[in-house]
């Protein structure tokens, strides 16, 4: 990432080359909701891709599920969410505007009464006095069906994991599964932030990625530290950031959410500083013996080597797709000068790059070399997937716009081509033209792109 690299460039990149989309934007947006746009979809879908692969299909014991966004309440009251899923809120006494009170007071922390002490005397942002600290649930309301009365009031997920709970038993006795195993699943969750901020970062209606993993309660140490390592090594071999933009941060008891006994999160290096990526928990047997409680079926496993009956342990692993991709992008941006011109590139691993390969023609007048290059353009395309055809502006303006998105590989039809059947393969990252025959080109690039 280039040091200079700050918030406005990142969003503003967005949106020029189509990665995100203020949501309703011509009617001036709302706060905390966004879009991904033709290229940031193609970039999501990478990553959820690479996270599915490593996570459902090289794990024999993890299985996949797609819950509803909106279940029985009774699950949230279980599971600790109506009471508990809550953020301190303080509010400017004059504006009546609200404010994270943690965000204001400058630490990490859920603690009302150390929160309270810490404000004292302080002002709001616009310099008036602040109220008391409270607490402020973040569960998103709805009602179901016609009537909109207090039968019917339900809740919009606040996090993929709840539903995971409640198929626990569905999972194990449908694939006839042995602890330890997990369940894992992508979907959107909704949370009624108090103040959205940093872009795509804090967000009102995001997108999880999570595996609770049932255990052994013998086996918690063991299995939490795989379950850290596997994010840390995710994000450095399947989304090539960076070791020196990550670290790790263990949350103390006032940082902890109210299911967790203990939590590591890995923090990325945002343009806003070190912050949150993706959480590991040890979520003990809070889950499961809540749900046994409230629901009245039971969930206790019997273990038949060892003969006896437990309740299992959960470790999760959770992270949000949004704060991936904003990673992503912020890792791989580069400012560079070449040969006396600025260009700004993405140096994006080729697996998660929105598209593979662009196509031009050197010329959009010459229609020899236009079919030409639309013959090479359909069979690239028919191999690879994700390549754009590009003749807009001229050569130069080309490679900057791909070097902008991402495009690891440009492949350009000349006069040379009409005459020899070769092509240029132009690399994203040293710049370098290599002239190649067609009819390698499928090869070479499968190399490049190790596919
Ligand atoms: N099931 C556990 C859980 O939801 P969390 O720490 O609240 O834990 C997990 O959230 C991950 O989800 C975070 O590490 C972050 O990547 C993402 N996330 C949480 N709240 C978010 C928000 N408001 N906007 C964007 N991403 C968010």
Known sequence: MSPEVNLETIVSLCKRRGFVFQSSEIYGGLAGFYDYGPLGVELVNNIKQ?????????????????????????????????????????EDEVTHKRYRADH??????????QLMKLLEGKKSPDGNPLGP??????????????????????????????PIFTNYENVRETMRAKLPF????????????????DFIFRVRELEQMEMQY???PNDQEKNYQNWRDFAWQFCIERLGISKENLEWHEHDASERAHYAAAAHDIYFKF???FKELWGTHNRTDFDLSNHQRVSGKELTYFDEEKRERFMPFVIESSVGVGRLLMAVIVNSYYEEEINGEKRVVLKIKPSLAPYRLAVSPLLKNKPELVNKAREVYGTLKKVFGNVMWDDNGNIGKRYRRQDE????????VDFDTLEDETVTIRDRDSTEQTRIK???????????LLI
Request: include cysteine; charge should be negative.
């Open 133 to 162: 600290v409270r607490t402020f649930n973040m569960m998103m309301k709805t009602y179901v069906g016609p009537v909109e009365d207090s039968e019917s009031v339900a809740y919009l997920r606040p996090e993929t994991a709840g």
């Open 214 to 216: 049932f255990i052994n």
């Open 438 to 448: 067609i009819d390698e080109l499928e090869t070479r690039l499968k190399a490049l």
């Open 271 to 273: 343009p806003q500083g």
């Open 182 to 197: 997990g369940v894992a699943q992508i979907g959107k969750a909704f949370r009624n932030e108090i103040s959205p901020r």
């Open 50 to 90: 690479e996270w599915w692969k490593a996570m459902v299909r090289e794990h024999d014991n993890i299985f996949g599920v797609d819950s509803a966004i909106i279940q029985n309440p009774r699950l949230w009251e279980a599971s600790g969410h109506i009471a508990g899923f809550t953020d301190p809120l303080v």
């Open 104 to 113: 204001l007071a400058g630490v990490d922390s859920n603690d009302v009464e």
């Open 405 to 412: 998105i991402g495009t690891p590989y440009c492949i350009t």
